[in-house]
């Protein structure tokens, strides 16, 4: 096989027969940094979460998969020319769309009503696209209009269509089992037959957020099963790390790292109702 990329999380490989191999690593990023060191069964725990969302959205969108590989973290694809355009759907207010709303109380140019904090739910799931950017830099929010014009309107609206789907069908199912889903971020592509095609990941706690609903409360950062836990580590006074240095951040130490790796599993078990095998 010929290596293609790797990324902060995947690496690509490209198959004899022209299929791609995705292998998801135990690699944890944030902020635009890769972190030491990894967390452990969390690419296996990835692609396991990715292909039972999958299963359930294949009636919404289909999707890259060809089949699961010969390990528990990764799958077999197909090739796909992807949208230079990060889909994201939001319901609640957290993370950069709650900083976006409290610098010009909008966000991706989505005027929202006044007085919202964080946590607060939105009126209704909304489109909040960002731009792709490589590796090392980071994306930004841009207005639908600039979808329009980077891939044309119907392109645009077939975008915004099928990530507000995933995200309804997603926090419907999550809501069942306990979990708010305040946000979600997808990758489409066009496969061989010009058919908008999801693929990377999907609703994992790499891309999205999940809070327990039972801890749900507006006005102050959500306990979650998402990587959250270590960007707020990261922000406390305990990593002593400032954000503004340039500087990397430190080496987790074993407990974040072991509690990590708990919210990682708790939120694939939740989902989707099996023990984790590894």
């Keep these: 096989m010929r290596h293609l990329h790797s990324g ?15 292998v998801a ?16 069964d969390k690419g296996a725990i990835l692609t396991q979460m990715s292909l039972w969302w999958f299963d359930q959205l294949k009636d919404v969108v ?53 007085g919202l904090e964080d946590g607060s739910r939105l009126p209704e799931p909304i489109f ?42 997603g926090s419907e199912i999550a809501r069942e089992r306990g979990i708010i889903l305040a946000d979600t971020k997808i990758e489409l592509g066009w496969d ?35 990587k959250q836990y270590v960007r707020d580590w990261l922000l406390s006074p305990e990593s002593g790390w400032d954000k503004s240095s340039g500087n990397p951040p430190p080496r987790l130490p074993e407990h974040v790292v072991e509690r990590t790796r708990q919210r990682y599993l708790e939120a694939y078990e939740r989902v989707t109702g099996a023990s984790f095998s590894g």
Excluded at 8 to 22: A, N
Excluded at 130 to 140: C, I, R, V
Excluded at 206 to 217: L, N, Y
């Design 8 to 22: 902060k999380v995947r690496d690509l490989y490209e198959t004899g027969d022209g299929r791609l191999l995705m």
């Design 25 to 40: 690593s135990d690699r944890l990023s944030a902020f635009d940094y890769v972190l030491e060191p990894d967390i452990p």
């Design 62 to 114: 289909p999707n890259h998969i060809l089949a699961r590989g010969d390990d528990a973290r990764s799958v077999l694809c197909k090739p796909l020319r992807m949208v230079q355009v990060e889909c994201v759907a939001r319901g609640y207010l957290a993370g950069g769309g709650l900083s976006e709303y409290r610098a010009t109380g909008a966000v991706s140019g989505v005027p929202l009503p006044e």
């Design 128 to 169: 909040t696209p960002s731009t792709k950017a490589p590796m090392g830099e980071h994306d930004e929010p841009i207005p639908y209009e600039r979808v329009v014009a980077e891939v044309g309107a119907e392109t645009a609206e077939e975008l915004r269509r099928i990530t507000l789907e995933v995200y309804t069908r």
């Design 192 to 226: 061989s037959e010009g058919v908008l095609t999801l693929g990377d990941e999907v609703l994992t706690p790499d891309s999205s957020r999940f809070w327990p609903a039972d801890e749900w409360k507006p006005g102050r950062a959500q306990p979650s099963f998402d």
